[in-house]
């Protein structure tokens, strides 16, 4: 009787922890939280990625852990969401760093306004141009 207790109580704690989460694919551009406030896209400084904000390159040293904080902004909804990359590597996300049209595929947590992230989707690189180069 007990382990039916235990098993029964064991498995509400656990949907208990799972219900404010729900699965999502979220399409966006991938940038830090600095660059979105401050409306800095594709011109976002890749140093804030490091330590948070444009120009603090000059106060960080190498070495030192990243506090750059980054996001995804979703232009569809006009709002960024936070994201944990969990057992993704930041360095693995560097072709999708200052790009449109990333996907991040894991599941959303509305409370904290965060995606736990569990495969992302890097856009493909640009394709050459006919004309580069020729001007």
């Known amino acids: 009787m007990k382990r ?3 098993t029964a109580l064991g498995l509400l704690l656990a949907t208990g922890a799972f219900a404010g989460t ?17 409306d800095l896209f594709k011109d ?3 140093e804030s990625y490091a ?7 000059e106060h960080w040293h190498f070495g030192q ?11 569809d909804e006009g709002k960024y969401y936070n994201i944990d990359l969990g057992k993704i590597e930041p360095s693995e ?5 200052n790009a449109n049209e990333v996907t991040l595929i894991g599941s959303y947590d509305p409370k904290r306004n965060i995606i736990h992230v569990k ?17």
């Open 119 to 135: 495969e992302f989707k890097a856009p493909p690189p640009p394709k050459k141009s006919f004309f580069k180069g020729c001007l």
């Open 65 to 75: 852990k990243p506090t750059g904080k980054m996001v995804l902004y979703v232009h």
């Open 22 to 38: 729900e699965q999502v694919e979220k399409k966006g551009f991938l940038a830090t939280e600095w660059c979105v406030k401050n």
């Open 4 to 6: 039916i207790a235990l």
């Open 93 to 97: 996300l560097d072709e999708a760093k």
């Open 44 to 46: 976002c400084r890749l």
């Open 51 to 57: 330590c948070g904000y444009g120009g603090c390159n």
